[in-house]
């Protein structure tokens, strides 16, 4: 680690409690304070007022990538190209700033822009990535339906060969950039062997509807659609060869459920921060509440949380370098690291008082935000159950 970068850890050591920075390379340090510094400076000062107009932040949006973080670690294709663990700590700085900013990239970049790295010929990665990398063109990534979240196995979506395009029929919900998208991956079921299928249909297709779900309490600052899919013809050659089956979905969520772990570590690391610094500012009773023991046992015990989680992505991210990270383990990581920041979050709540639902101190709307990250790629119940069948060897989903 370079002395810069030692230099700034003894500046944050209030949520650094381990000394966990200083194992990150030079190169994922690098991305670290180049997202930080954007946060900082630019994400948290102009956030507050989207959120609350349920509104996207282009202006936001369109500066990532000029900072380099776009395509995660996809090599080429103008991508960013970065090592797993800098695709971590890059969706820990978003969502510390916002989380609606850090799933706008998750989606775009997590889901759309790897589904089509993975699993897609390399004629179709060259006609997509670079745009993709640079953000001309988005993507959004159509799996969950109205009857079919945590059961996304049972998809109902139907497509249907006829000569040398595809027919596809269906109804999708909760999906991020859906109404705004350029491309969309669309899993749905080919109607000849009942497998599972990913296709790309791109913006202006006939039969694609769009509309924006509203009326969230959650994540406000990104649009999440109701899709209906009404014979939608994509021709073959969008079609995603090396999806064959719905576990090559397993190859995407594996990673996306280890960004979410990142991003819960962002949320709790926003609101342990802000209570700490307001404990150490707001004075009741003549003196600072950082003062009153009860303060103080709170505030460590938040900080337990928070640095368990820090270990917790750290180890997922060397994992992940090493080309072992496993949908369970990133499983694991999720599900613990969003019930710890759900946990941090409340209590900073709390500790503001009254301040603490206001948009100013950013508080209500990480906990908000957090509801949703607690939901999506996999809920702490499906997460349990995963876990469960892999140490005992018996699924109990049913």
């Known amino acids: 680690m370079t002395q810069a970068a030692s230099e700034h850890l003894g500046e944050s050591l209030g949520t650094d409690f381990f ?3 200083t194992q990150f390379t030079d190169e994922q340090w690098s991305h670290y304070i180049t997202v930080r510094k954007f946060t900082d400076e630019e994400v948290i000062p102009a956030v507050g007022p989207y959120w609350e107009r349920a509104e996207m932040p282009w202006k936001l949006i369109r500066r990532l990538p000029e900072l380099g973080v776009v395509g995660e670690d996809i090599k080429g294709y103008g991508c960013a190209g970065m090592s797993p663990m800098a695709c971590g700590l890059v969706a820990m700085e978003l969502h510390r700033g916002d989380g609606s900013l850090g799933v706008a990239l998750g989606v775009h970049a997590g889901l759309a822009m790897q589904s089509i790295a ?6 179709q990665k060259q006609r997509w990535l670079p745009a993709m990398a640079t953000m ?7 799996l969950t339906e109205p009857d079919h979240g945590s059961d996304s196995v049972a998809l109902e979506t139907s497509a249907s060969r006829d000569g040398e395009e595809w027919v596809l029929n269906g109804h999708k919900r909760w999906i991020g950039l859906g109404s705004i998208a350029d491309l969309v991956i669309v899993w749905a079921r080919n109607t000849e062997d009942g497998k599972v299928n990913a ?11 769009a509309e924006v779900i509203e009326g969230k309490v959650s994540l406000r600052s990104i649009w999440q659609a109701d899709i209906v899919l009404d014979n939608v013809r994509v021709p073959e050659e969008n079609r995603l060869p090396v999806a064959r089956s719905f576990k090559d979905t397993g ?10 772990a990142w991003g819960a570590l962002g949320h709790a690391t926003s609101a342990y921060d802000t209570a700490l610094q307001y404990a150490l500012r ?19 015990s938040m900080l337990a949380d928070l640095t368990a989680m820090q270990l917790y992505c750290l180890q997922i991210g060397r994992l992940a370098e090493a080309g072992r990270l496993t949908e369970t383990v ?8 969003t019930r710890k920041a759900r946990a941090i979050a409340a209590d900073a709540r709390d500790m503001l008082g009254g301040n603490g639902i206001l948009l100013d101190y950013q508080v209500a709307r990480h906990m908000a935000d957090l509801e949703a990250v607690h939901t999506f790629e996999g809920t702490e119940t499906i997460q349990t159950l995963i876990v469960g069948r892999a140490i005992t060897g018996i699924g109990a989903f049913a």
């Open 19 to 21: 000394s966990v920075r």
């Open 118 to 123: 993975l699993l897609g010929s390399e004629e």
């Open 136 to 142: 001309d063109k988005f993507g959004a990534f159509a």
């Open 199 to 209: 296709f790309v249909v791109e913006k202006g297709s006939p039969g694609y509807q």
């Open 251 to 260: 190859k995407i969520l594996a990673t996306t459920r280890s960004t979410c």
């Open 282 to 300: 707001r004075r009741q009773f003549g003196k600072p509440l950082a003062s009153f023991q009860i303060i103080q046992q709170r505030l460590v």
């Open 330 to 337: 990133a499983g694991l990581a999720k599900m613990h690291n």
